[in-house]
T-cell receptor, first 112, second 118 residues
Framework: GQQLNQSPQSMFIQEGEDVSMNCTSS?????WLWYKQDPGEGPVLLIA?????ELTSNGRLTAQFGITRKDSFLNISASIPSDVGIYFC????????????FGTGTRLKVLA | GAVVSQHPSWVICKSGTSVKIECRSL??????MFWYRQFPKQSLMLMAT?????????EQGVEKDKFLINHASLTLSTLTVTSAHPEDSSFYIC??????????????FGPGTRLTVT
């Protein structure tokens, strides 16, 4: 099935550093969402974006809905060890079905 | 709020047997639930959309006779893997939309069920 491309695929960072990751698509999306998944668990919703250009924060996390509607960005400021996990973007482009297309994931590891 | 549970959290079964996985929305009503499959180190792949009181909609390539979905109430959807084979071993995750939140696209995910077929 179709997937969104996420970059980077994985990253190691030092505690306290800021992190940026993005998600791109060849198609226009109506909604972008960001989830975090810990090993052996289901994804947890971090941020949902509904308008092109929208910038939304949730604590140390900030996400943006790209102007072209074909991309989205997630930034994590001052990373801490519990930020470790896999971050997935998800988008919807078919109105009325509420189906997600998931990104390929960014695996984050934080070095204390 | 918006808690989704799955049962069992893990199951081991023999090849040829059937396994039922339950997905419940604990503190909200969900007219729509989704079933995903996730292989190790991979993303989530949508298998089907489950609508309360109607037939599920399956994604291309997903065998509806093998993965039976029943959404009998606003808080419960079940996925039955029939005649399971080792290649069906995977992490199955459900999600649900909150019926009372209108057009929100937010899905709340269960903790997943790890199925191992021997």
């Amino acid at each position: 099935g179709q997937q969104l491309n996420q970059s980077p695929q994985s990253m190691f960072i030092q505690e306290g550093e800021d992190v940026s990751m993005n998600c791109t698509s060849s198609s226009i999306f109506n909604t972008w969402l960001w989830y975090k998944q810990d090993p052996g668990e289901g994804p947890v919703l971090l941020i949902a974006l509904y308008k092109a250009g929208e910038l939304t924060s949730n604590g140390r996390l900030t996400a943006q809905f790209g102007i072209t509607r074909k991309d989205s960005f997630l930034n994590i400021s001052a990373s801490i060890p519990s930020d470790v996990g896999i971050y997935f973007c998800a988008g919807t482009y078919t109105s009325g079905t509420y189906k997600y297309i998931f990104g390929t994931g960014t695996r984050l590891k934080v070095l204390a | 709020g918006a808690v989704v549970s799955q049962h069992p959290s893990w199951v081991i079964c023999k090849s040829g047997t059937s396994v039922k996985i339950e997905c419940r929305s604990l503190d909200f009503q969900a007219t729509t639930m989704f079933w995903y499959r996730q292989f190790p180190k991979q993303s989530l792949m949508l298998m089907a959309t489950s609508n309360e009181g109607s037939k599920a909609t399956y994604e291309q390539g997903v065998e509806k006779d093998k993965f039976l979905i029943n959404h009998a109430s606003l808080t419960l959807s079940t996925l039955t893997v029939t005649s399971a084979h080792p290649e069906d071993s995977s992490f199955y995750i459900c999600s649900a939309r909150d019926f009372h939140r209108g057009n929100t696209y937010e899905q709340y995910f269960g903790p997943g069920t790890r199925l191992t077929v021997t």
